[in-house]
């Protein structure tokens, strides 16, 4: 049970969906993709202050502050931390009709009990008002978790990884939150990407093994993957531009894979057939360890290339991207269960364009799910959307749920406003039966997840 110390953004329409919204609202949050650092959980430093809460490492709030025009001293610069801050209240005081309103209003709702709409004019009394809570509270990273109810948490992590933060996490008895690693493939299927020799003789120097040839590199990589399911780890995840529309073979994926370590440059076909074959390759392996594929399509990174060469990656220069080609993801799809190696298959498009196709695609294999809206399509319109579409042409009950998808410990409140999201949708098609709502809220809230996590 959540221990709610304040109250979230009030969403809700109408009487059925407060009811329903009451059977959820305390249920346990399963976070099953997400961006926290292990470190920070495990070393469990209570913060300084709101700023550093909330503008240290959220490009969320960093892309609205530029779209206000703000500049960036007050953004990623050296400016004082409470500057940052009223810059950021002056941004987000004036953002009407985006969520980041009603996230802000939740999570100073939830975490502080303040109820005033964060503003320009009340960004110094919020400042004091929510730092004092933080001192007196030594509000840390895993008193914001216990606070919002949470008791699962996968982190993304890449296969190199030592996993030094998660060996210590699962060793320390305080801690009553699960926390495990996910596998997150994104430089692994990087091929086309600078530096990709030297990835692969890091793989090969986590797994201490040869990575001479094609078999051997994926022999690696299946005993990295052991290392981690051997840390709790339930779920991959990928989430790179672009998608495979071939697979090698392995005889062509061996030549391909010769080429690519040796530093010559394959053409485009081949790199994209190689691609393929990785893709396969592992949800075998995935499949054969009973965790979840995660795929999150359709996202173009590092749009502006200044501001990524001065600033990094994860710094708010991504968009959204053309849909991913469904006959492409078909494809792998199609040959995977061919080759019984589909593994449960969570389907994310960050261009909205792409729901009906892929939940139509969706439904033609068993085990492989619509995710909920994602990035830049997590508010009320676009989670409604989404339901729209899957209730209309599939089951809204192969939903799995909510998850964070960040880097902030604020953010759990964004699960609240997901079950209000839901308990409005229900109550608008409950056609009068109000326990088959209350069995779906129930699902979509908490049981799916639950039940994924307990499936092998």
């Not at 190696?341 to 261009?351: Q, R």
């Amino acid at each position: 049970m959540a221990e709610f110390k304040g109250k979230t953004a009030d969403i809700l329409k109408n009487a059925l969906a407060r009811e329903l919204y009451d059977g959820v609202q305390s249920l346990p949050i399963i976070d099953y993709h997400c961006h926290l650092s292990p470190k920070e959980i495990f070393e469990d430093k209570p913060f300084d202050d709101i700023g550093q809460m909330w503008l240290a490492a959220d490009h969320y709030k960093w892309r609205l502050m530029r779209g206000f025009g703000i500049d960036e001293k007050y953004i990623t610069g050296d400016a004082d931390i409470k500057d940052k801050f009223r810059a950021f209240a002056k941004a987000t005081g004036l953002a009407l009709g985006n969520p980041m309103r009603d996230w802000v209003k939740s999570e100073l709702g939830f975490f502080f009990g303040i109820t005033e709409e964060l503003n320009a004019q009340n960004a110094d009394v919020i400042w004091q008002k929510a730092n004092d809570v933080i001192a007196r509270e030594k509000l840390s990273p895993r008193k914001l978790m216990k606070m919002s109810g949470v008791v699962y948490v996968a982190t993304t992590d890449d296969p190199c990884d030592d996993l030094h933060w998660h060996r210590l996490i699962a060793e320390d008895k305080d801690l009553d939150v699960k926390v495990v690693p996910s596998f997150r493939t994104d430089k692994l299927v990087g091929a086309d990407k600078p530096g990709y020799a030297d990835y692969v003789r890091a793989i090969g120097a986590a797994a201490g093994m040869s990575v001479d040839t094609w078999d051997e590199f994926k022999a690696a990589v299946a005993a990295r993957m052991d290392t981690f399911v051997e840390h709790g780890c339930k779920f991959s995840d990928v989430g790179v531009e672009g998608f495979p529309s071939a697979i090698a073979d392995d005889k062509r994926a061996a030549r391909i894979y010769a080429q690519l370590v040796s530093g010559q440059t394959p053409s485009a076909e081949d790199v994209d057939a190689y691609k393929g074959a990785l893709y396969l390759a592992l949800a075998k392996e995935y499949a054969a360890r009973g965790m979840v594929m995660q795929m999150h399509l359709s996202v173009a990174r590092n749009c502006d290339s200044q501001g990524f060469r001065e600033l990094g990656a994860d710094s708010g220069f991504d968009c959204v991207a053309d849909p991913v080609p469904v006959e492409s993801v078909r494809r792998m799809l199609d040959a995977m269960n061919d080759a019984h190696a589909l593994p449960e298959t969570v389907i994310y498009s960050l261009n909205p364009i792409a729901y009906y196709p892929l939940i139509t695609l969706a439904g033609a294999f068993r085990g492989v799910h619509i995710g909920i809206s994602w990035w830049f399509c997590d508010h009320k319109r676009g989670m409604t959307e989404t339901l729209d579409a899957l209730g209309e042409l599939g089951h809204i009950c192969s939903l799995v749920g909510m998850l964070t998808d960040s880097r902030s410990f604020l953010s759990y409140t964004r699960h609240d406003y997901y079950r209000q999201v839901v308990c409005n949708w229900l109550a608008d098609h409950a056609d009068g039966s109000t326990d088959a709502a209350k069995q779906v809220a129930y699902a979509l809230c908490y049981g799916n997840a639950k039940a994924l996590l307990e499936e092998r």
